[in-house]
């Protein structure tokens, strides 16, 4: 019998283990299949959070208000009306969550500065909070004695109220220099420890949901000109800052400065069609290519100003709503990101479908095209995060042909529950990571400059207008719970592993035993009748 089993078992092994060249050609036309092999050395692996979600004492040590503070002090804005007042008190969990990533062994840890907790109005000429800016000093020294590299976003969507107050926002221009200002405070403050900044994160949420759907702060509805105004003054602001860190700290202190965007991968319905396959094309430029074409390429895509170009012409208006660079702002922004963080959760199927000019005019309409999603997709948690690995792999490869292979860093991607997993049993996350982890894989072999991979994310936190009813860490917090102890999730473990092994490099150590287990029996069953 043993001598049965060990002939089978070697029978097995080039079955399942894909890693050659001809298996890797075959993986382009099975999306399907998985592919065993190692990152290259040095690749960075980590987790993510971000300030408001995470931090609490909104109103504690010389902390101004945000405008997430001010929207979810308003009834109806969050679901069960709940606030990001306390979060997951990780104002005063800082060394206990340095533990937990001890505890994960990751390489880094992707966090966010919450500008109102360091200057309250958000203008540095009226004044700076000193304990704001020890409290970060603070968490990087901790982050740095356990080894664990600090990337730091100075926005991840929590604007001084007074900024918004005042002057509107993002809908003004007056916050190109304002936010200058606090990000050159910043690199002098921190500069000579972190060397990994990022401008912007998701700025994409930061106009549609900000400024055009009113879900997320400030909750405007601006149809048809708010987010295109506000991402305007974002990518303006990321230029000016990249300048900055260019012209007067980099050759100090040696750090790199980009912009993390999230995008969907939208793939076309019918392949064979091109009014499909330009649908398809329009998703990823009105999302992913709104910010990234002004970086990368000088200006906006052509699609998205002939589109909206036309549509306000349609809607008489003189102008398009979608607003021009100058030939100087053009060679101003080109070229301002020294790697490109990539957040990415999941995929959809596009198609064509024309919106009358006639309608109210939205971002949405501009696009002229309908999002579906598979029945079949995976959607452990809310309806809008379906698993779909293969979508990266080809989200990736956009990215090297459009924008001149960046040094690409995966800034967030993850998946939530909504409800609590059963002892703490998250498969489902564990099923995801391995998908969309595999899939960078195959995108490295595909020659895609990759270079880390951010989980999103280490805690159960708040999920903005969603309030905590969606669970996306690697570790439960219980929020009912005055000290909102942490508990690890079993994809702690499986992630422990992942990057222990730097990927993949054998079916044992990345399918679960009993998985494992019952594959092997199934193929012993299966030759031992035949």
Same mark, same amino acid.
Not at 338 to 366: A, E, M, N
Not at 417 to 444: H, P, S
Not at 497 to 509: D, K, L, M, Q, T
């Given at each position: 019998?043993?001598?049965?089993?060990?002939?089978?078992?070697?029978?097995?092994?080039?079955?399942?283990?894909?890693?050659?060249?001809?298996?890797?050609?075959?993986?382009?036309?099975?999306?399907?299949?998985?592919?065993?092999?190692?990152?290259?050395?040095?690749?960075?692996?980590?987790?993510?959070?971000?300030?408001?979600?995470?931090?609490?004492?909104?109103?504690?040590?010389?902390?101004?208000?945000?405008?997430?503070?001010?929207?979810?002090?308003?009834?109806?804005?969050?679901?069960?009306?709940?606030?990001?007042?306390?979060?997951?008190?990780?104002?005063?969990?800082?060394?206990?969550?340095?533990?937990?990533?001890?505890?994960?062994?990751?390489?880094?840890?992707?966090?966010?500065?919450?500008?109102?907790?360091?200057?309250?109005?958000?203008?540095?000429?009226?004044?700076?909070?000193?304990?704001?800016?020890?409290?970060?000093?603070?968490?990087?020294?901790?982050?740095?004695?356990?080894?664990?590299?600090?990337?730091?976003?100075?926005?991840?969507?929590?604007?001084?109220?007074?900024?918004?107050?005042?002057?509107?926002?993002?809908?003004?221009?007056?916050?190109?220099?304002?936010?200058?200002?606090?990000?050159?405070?910043?690199?002098?403050?921190?500069?000579?420890?972190?060397?990994?900044?990022?401008?912007?994160?998701?700025?994409?949420?930061?106009?549609?949901?900000?400024?055009?759907?009113?879900?997320?702060?400030?909750?405007?509805?601006?149809?048809?000109?708010?987010?295109?105004?506000?991402?305007?003054?974002?990518?303006?602001?990321?230029?000016?800052?990249?300048?900055?860190?260019?012209?007067?700290?980099?050759?100090?202190?040696?750090?790199?400065?980009?912009?993390?965007?999230?995008?969907?991968?939208?793939?076309?319905?019918?392949?064979?069609?091109?009014?499909?396959?330009?649908?398809?094309?329009?998703?990823?430029?009105?999302?992913?290519?709104?910010?990234?074409?002004?970086?990368?390429?000088?200006?906006?895509?052509?699609?998205?100003?002939?589109?909206?170009?036309? *549509?306000? !012409?349609?809607?008489? $208006? %003189?102008?398009?709503?979608?607003? +021009?660079?100058? /030939?100087?702002? =053009?060679?101003?922004? *080109?070229? !301002?990101?020294?790697? $490109? %963080?990539?957040?990415?959760?999941? +995929?959809?199927? /596009?198609?064509? =479908?024309?919106?009358?000019?006639?309608?109210?005019?939205?971002?949405?309409?501009?696009?002229?095209?309908?999002?579906? /999603?598979?029945? =079949?997709?995976?959607?452990?948690?809310?309806?809008?995060?379906?698993?779909?690995?293969?979508?990266?792999?080809?989200?990736?490869?956009?990215?090297?042909?459009?924008?001149?292979?960046?040094?690409?860093?995966?800034?967030?991607?993850?998946?939530?529950?909504?409800?609590?997993?059963?002892?703490?049993?998250?498969?489902?996350?564990?099923?995801?990571?391995?998908?969309?982890?595999?899939?960078?894989?195959?995108?490295?072999?595909?020659?895609?400059?990759?270079?880390?991979?951010?989980?999103?994310?280490?805690?159960?936190?708040?999920?903005?207008?969603?309030?905590?009813?969606?669970?996306?860490?690697?570790?439960?917090?219980?929020?009912?719970?005055?000290?909102?102890?942490?508990?690890?999730?079993?994809?702690?473990?499986?992630?422990?592993?992942?990057?222990?092994?730097?990927?993949?490099?054998?079916?044992?150590?990345?399918?679960?035993?009993?998985?494992?287990?019952?594959?092997?029996?199934?193929?012993?069953?299966?030759?031992?009748?035949?």
């Amino acid at each position: 019998m043993k001598t049965g089993t060990l002939g089978i078992w070697y029978m097995l092994v080039p079955i399942i283990r894909l890693n050659t060249a001809e298996d890797f050609q075959w993986t382009k036309n099975n999306p399907g299949s998985f592919y065993y092999g190692t990152f290259p050395a040095g690749f960075l692996w980590g987790v993510g959070s971000s300030a408001y979600q995470t931090e609490g004492a909104w109103d504690q040590d010389g902390k101004g208000p945000s405008i997430w503070d001010a929207f979810t002090h308003k009834q109806g804005k969050v679901l069960r009306n709940e606030t990001g007042d306390a979060a997951c008190d990780g104002y005063y969990k800082v060394k206990d969550d340095i533990q937990l990533l001890k505890e994960l062994k990751v390489n880094h840890y992707l966090f966010s500065l919450s500008w109102p907790r360091i200057m309250p109005t958000g203008i540095k000429a009226e004044q700076l909070n000193e304990k704001g800016i020890e409290f970060y000093n603070d968490t990087i020294n901790s982050l740095l004695e356990n080894n664990i590299i600090p990337i730091v976003s100075l926005y991840h969507w929590d604007l001084p109220q007074v900024l918004q107050e005042k002057y509107g926002g993002w809908q003004n221009i007056s916050m190109i220099n304002y936010f200058n200002d606090y990000a050159n405070l910043c690199f002098e403050k921190f500069g000579d420890r972190v060397k990994h900044w990022i401008t912007f994160s998701n700025p994409w949420a930061v106009a549609e949901k900000g400024y055009e759907t009113g879900e997320h702060a400030p909750g405007l509805k601006l149809g048809g000109c708010g987010a295109y105004r506000a991402a305007h003054h974002i990518i303006k602001t990321h230029a000016k800052v990249w300048h900055s860190y260019n012209n007067t700290w980099r050759s100090e202190q040696q750090g790199m400065v980009g912009i993390s965007l999230t995008s969907g991968w939208g793939e076309p319905v019918d392949p064979h069609s091109q009014r499909d396959r330009d649908a398809a094309e329009r998703y990823i430029q009105f999302h992913l290519g709104w910010f990234a074409n002004p970086i990368y390429r000088g200006d906006y895509p052509e699609i998205m100003k002939n589109y909206v170009g036309r *549509k306000s !012409t349609q809607q008489g $208006l %003189g102008k398009s709503r979608l607003p +021009t660079f100058s /030939v100087q702002e =053009k060679t101003y922004i *080109k070229g !301002t990101s020294d790697f $490109l %963080g990539i957040g990415h959760f999941t +995929t959809r199927y /596009v198609l064509q =479908k024309s919106f009358p000019f006639l309608q109210v005019s939205s971002y949405h309409t501009d696009r002229d095209l309908a999002e579906l /999603v598979d029945p =079949k997709w995976p959607a452990p948690g809310p309806k809008w995060l379906y698993s779909v690995p293969w979508g990266f792999r080809r989200l990736l490869n956009f990215i090297k042909t459009q924008y001149g292979n960046p040094l690409i860093y995966v800034t967030e991607n993850g998946v939530s529950e909504q409800v609590q997993c059963t002892q703490l049993c998250d498969e489902w996350r564990m099923e995801y990571l391995k998908g969309y982890i595999n899939e960078i894989l195959k995108a490295l072999n595909d020659g895609v400059n990759v270079k880390g991979y951010t989980a999103w994310s280490l805690l159960d936190k708040f999920e903005w207008n969603r309030g905590f009813s969606e669970r996306f860490g690697f570790y439960h917090v219980d929020f009912n719970n005055k000290n909102k102890p942490r508990y690890p999730k079993a994809s702690v473990d499986y992630y422990k592993n992942i990057i222990s092994a730097n990927g993949f490099p054998n079916p044992r150590e990345v399918m679960s035993t009993a998985n494992f287990i019952l594959f092997f029996n199934i193929l012993v069953n299966t030759t031992l009748n035949f």
